[in-house]
């Protein structure tokens, strides 16, 4: 990803402005230039000598910034690498040495001048023409810096030299940073440049601006020679001054406080982010020397003891989650559009916060979540293991005080799961003049601070007992996301539990995105680490999982739980505002009423027949109300209708989809009983052009009977089987155990559908068999022993085959209902009308949406390195009609009753040496239960589900269901 020659140009162009342009030299502002590039995506060459591993012992070139590993030097270690090789592995240490020349303008001679370093894997040494700069920085997040004014030549070359270990001498650094559950690198990773300013400069401010109104900003000036003046001016998001306040500084002064006060500032938060900036200069008379301008937000953070957390005086729940600064071909090397998708996907699953796992990220990232509202745990890393106080003290530093400003930030958070160097808690205020709340990510009891337990991975019931008091609790780390299991599974019971407690401040899940890595020393291999890294809600290039969608709905701040329409349906639809700060009124809403695509046509989706806006309720936040929707007289006469509720600012917040009478209309459009006159001439005239060979079966090994049809079904039998046929479609039952043995199709290929119904759960024999014609069909009815009661099947002249069956199965079972065989090799897909896209278990049935949705077979599974989705295979959920494509041609089912699940073939949530979920018997099945799903951390598997909530406990069923099906084994069209 080398620059490009016209970005060689245009930064030759600018050091040249800068040369010989007079007026740069009298600027008042930092100036700055780029030595590397600015991103993965912008890169500048550099010189570069990796000392071991792959491509080292010489010199070449390498593009910075970038992880060294990335570019096909030296080699891979993932961060439990000691605990899954044991403590005889060792860690690649290679070194990398860089060096690049550069030039500084002239018209920076008498400034400051300062190289910056925003990240570097690990312990870097800088020397500009020989000399050092400073001693070793040791730390891989953090931006440093040294002074070179003394060091660099004007208008002239100078030369950089980085000498970068990847390994620290600082044990405590390799504790924190690199024994860790995530890739490690080497390299430069984040951009290098140099600063100048003036002789008499400001270093930094930090701001406090508090929700009252009341500004406060530290000011830290430099060399000034006597006294003068400092001045900040705040600015609306408009550009207008609301504000100017000023204080006099001294030649002795380091730091100065200005403060004032804003009347009724807008105010900061996930939901309303208002920023301001403040213009800070340093004014001698009627001289002004040097400014510097910050972005920041009025608001104020509070910890209530046994109470809950508070944001400008409201409290809040933090629907949460973790995330690395991580993409798959550069690894911890990104961009601010990476940054910037990450933050839209994460408002899009309707979150207002996450946590900077495990160390500082970008600051791109953080200037995104400021304006774009996202509530932000800022962590000191340390993962398990601390820093020693005398570097760990360096690092708070840096992290602060370039972070300071953000009010996105509302914790400090001072390491991982033990990796807490409490020494250390006190020195975020040094830095911080609005003085937040530090919080201990911990994995243990008792390691609670500031009021708030964030112990990681408590389940419901004992989430459940943390919440009774006294202490706030905030897990930083729950529903472990590993292969398709945590995340949203189990996340509605949860965020109710969550919503509903007093003591709960939210959560944050793990983790955000699957740390997949693309190797450079396996072609291109993604690698997650086998069990270590495939744990988020999207996929390493933000694929996204099915987890995903059904958070949208879970955390929605737009909160329906209206199921079905009642028969009754007025408009009216209950509502509960689940924002903090958002009146409903300031929100928008809309109705379609639409059709849905057939079976008989191609392709899939919808059409949208009617639509209309809805009077937006006045509701306050975290209060209840109603929706009224001003429908049609005629509504009932469409498929479904759709709700969609917007933000404030017009983003989609969640569209919620209903039937109108159930399945009804489906099985009237859809399953005829007579052969029409119309079909029937169709056919004799196929007939009468002759029936052609199909490639596969030569015509004269096709079963079916040519022969004119037959205007009434047919029935035949013999010691084996009985057989139901009507135009040109057989069905053979076998006559021992009732199931299905073979399906013939005059028109076409065999289709091999068989060896069903059978119960997925429970037991079932056959006791008798009867048969009898009618005017329209004829019939065959089948009792059972056992918890199968009865199955009756009836085949009408057209064709089409009825099932009613009922059953019911005693005790917990992790599904209910009934299965067929099909081969899993013959499918080519399927078109289905439903709740979805994505399939779903038990614990995780949020997030549908009714359509019509088409897929073509994929054998996408967790744990194996491919993120093509979305899944063929699945439970999927309100399933009213199904047609599948394969290889024998195509046969669809109707559902005359709603809530029916489809299982689509063999598939599992969870990777082991047993797979998880057990699987029912059977190919496709039609089910009134399916498991819930558990969660995996790395190798450690609970499939006891039943901990995750009620949603998670297995099926029960109270009493018998009855269920009607319909079975087509042709062409609809």
């Known amino acids: ?101 550069f030039v500084v303008p002239n018209s920076w001679e008498n400034k400051e001048i300062f190289i910056v370093f925003e990240g570097s894997m690990t312990d870097t040494e800088v020397k500009i023409n020989g000399q050092s700069a400073w001693p070793i920085h040791q730390g891989s997040f953090y931006r440093f810096r040294y002074n070179i004014s003394n060091k660099v030549k004007f208008g002239k ?67 000034l020679k006597k006294k003068q003046t400092l001045k900040a001016e705040i600015f609306d998001a408009n550009g207008k001054t609301v504000q100017t306040c000023q204080e006099q500084a001294s030649a002795k002064d380091s730091l100065v406080t200005i ?23 340093l004014v001698d008379g009627t001289e002004q020397k040097y400014e510097l301008t910050e972005k920041f937000g009025f608001r104020t953070i509070e910890i209530r003891e046994n109470d809950g957390v508070y944001v ?41 916060a996450v946590r900077c796992a495990h160390y500082p990220p970008n600051k791109s990232f953080l200037e995104y979540c400021d304006s774009l509202g996202l509530y932000v745990l800022d962590e000191l890393a340390g993962w398990q293991n601390a820093y020693d106080t005398e570097v760990g003290s360096k690092l708070v530093r840096e992290m602060v005080i370039r972070d300071v400003n953000h009010p996105s930030i509302i914790f400090w958070s001072n390491g991982n799961e033990g990796g807490t160097n409490k020494e250390l808690d006190d020195d975020y205020a040094l830095y911080d003049p609005s003085n937040r709340p530090v919080i201990h990510a911990h994995h243990r009891p008792g ?3 500031n009021g708030i337990d964030c112990n990681h991975y408590e389940n419901y019931y004992s989430s459940k007992k943390l919440l009774e008091g006294p202490l706030i609790y905030m897990p930083t780390e729950f529903l472990h996301g590993q292969d398709d ?23 944050f899940l793990w983790v955000f995105s699957d740390e997949g890595l693309v190797r450079t020393d396996l072609n291109g291999f993604v690698d997650v680490n086998r069990v270590n890294a495939p744990d988020g809600v999207v996929g390493p290039h933000r694929e996204k999982e099915a987890s995903f969608y059904a958070m949208r709905e879970i955390f929605s701040p737009v909160k329906i739980d209206l199921e079905k329409l009642p028969k009754d349906f007025d408009g009216v639809i209950p509502v509960e505002n689940r924002f903090h700060f958002t009146n409903l009124e300031n929100c928008s809403f809309e109705w379609q009423l639409v059709n849905f695509t057939s079976p008989h046509n191609r392709g899939a989706g919808h059409q949208v027949m009617k639509s209309g806006e809805i009077e937006s309720p006045n509701i306050e936040p975290v209060k209840k109300g109603k929706l009224q929707l001003q429908l049609p007289v005629d509504y009932h006469n469409y498929g479904a209708l759709y709700l969609t509720a917007f933000d404030p600012s017009g983003n989609e917040i969640f569209s919620w989809s209903w039937k109108i009478e159930g399945n009804t209309k489906t099985v009237e459009q859809l399953v005829v009983t007579d052969l029409l006159a119309e079909e029937k001439q169709r056919r004799d005239e196929l007939r009468a052009a002759g029936i052609e060979e199909d490639n596969i079966l030569p015509i004269e090994q096709q079963q079916g009977d040519v022969s004119e049809e037959s205007s009434q079904v047919g029935f035949y039998e013999n010691d084996d089987v009985m057989v139901l046929k009507a135009s040109g479609i057989s069905v053979a039952f076998n006559k021992t155990d009732g199931t299905i043995q073979g399906i013939g199709n005059d028109m076409g290929l065999p289709i091999p559908f068989s060896n069903g119904p059978v119960l997925v759960s429970g037991e079932a024999q056959l006791t008798g068999i009867n048969h009898f014609p009618s005017t329209k069909s004829h019939v065959v009815e089948m009792t059972y022993s056992g918890d199968l009661k009865k199955v009756t099947w009836t085949m009408y002249k057209s064709g089409w085959l009825e099932m009613n069956y009922e059953y019911q199965v005693e005790g917990e079972q992790y599904f209910t209902g009934i299965s067929f065989d099909f081969p899993e090799s013959d499918v080519i897909g399927a078109k ?21 949705f088409e897929r073509f077979y994929n054998n996408e599974l967790p744990a194996d390195n491919s993120w093509q989705y979305p899944e063929f295979k699945g439970y999927f959920s309100d399933i009213s009609w199904i047609e599948l494509n394969t290889d024998y041609g195509r046969f669809t089912v109707v559902a005359n009753e709603e809530d029916l699940f489809v299982r689509l073939f063999s598939f599992y949530g969870i990777s082991g040496p047993e797979n998880y979920p057990v699987q029912p018997v059977g190919d496709i099945s039609f089910l009134d239960g399916i498991p819930p799903i558990g969660t995996k951390l790395a190798m450690g598997i609970s499939n006891d589900t039943w901990n995750l909530g009620p949603a998670g406990e297995l099926n029960n069923m109270e009493k018998p269901v009855k269920r009607t099906l319909f079975f087509y084994f042709g062409l609809l069209n």
């Open 1 to 101: 990803m080398k620059i490009q020659s016209i970005r060689i140009k245009g930064l030759i162009a600018t050091l040249l402005l800068a040369l010989f342009n007079p007026s740069l030299a009298q600027t008042t502002q930092k100036e700055k230039l780029f030595l590397s590039g600015t991103d993965n995506e912008n890169t500048v060459t550099w010189d570069f000598f990796c000392t071991s591993g792959r491509k080292s012992g010489e010199w070449t070139t390498i593009e910075v910034p970038s992880h060294w590993e990335q570019q096909g030097f030296g080699e891979y270690d993932y961060g439990r690498d000691y605990r899954t090789y044991g403590k005889k592995h060792i860690y690649a240490d290679e070194t990398g040495i860089y060096k690049h020349n």
């Open 832 to 852: 289905w009308l439903g709740n979805g896209s994505r399939h779903v278990w038990k614990n995780r049935l949020q997030g549908g949406k009714l359509d019509v």
């Open 447 to 449: 390691n609670d601070y």
């Open 312 to 352: 400008n005086g409201t409290k809040v729940k933090f629907k949460g989650i973790n995330r690395h600064v991580f993409w798959p071909e550069t690894g911890r090397c990104v961009n601010p559009s990476i940054d910037l998708l990450d933050v839209q996907l994460m408002k899009e699953m309707n979150m207002n």
């Open 485 to 507: 299991g945590g995340m949203a599974a189990g996340l509605g019971d949860f965020w109710e539990l969550f919503w509903n407690s007093k003591l709960s401040a939210g959560g």
């Open 157 to 223: 070359e100078n030369e950089l030299e980085a000498t970068v270990h990847k390994v620290s001498a600082n044990a405590s650094v390799n504790h924190a940073e690199r024994y860790a559950d995530y890739w490690i690198f080497g390299g430069i990773f984040r951009p290098v440049y140099l600063e100048a300013v003036p002789e008499e400069f400001i270093d930094r401010v930090a701001v406090s601006a508090d929700a009252d109104g009341n500004f406060s900003v530290d000011v830290f000036p430099v060399n």
């Open 259 to 281: 403060s004032c006060k804003v009347d009724n500032p807008l105010l900061w938060t996930s939901e309303t982010p208002n920023l301001y900036s403040v213009k800070v200069s």
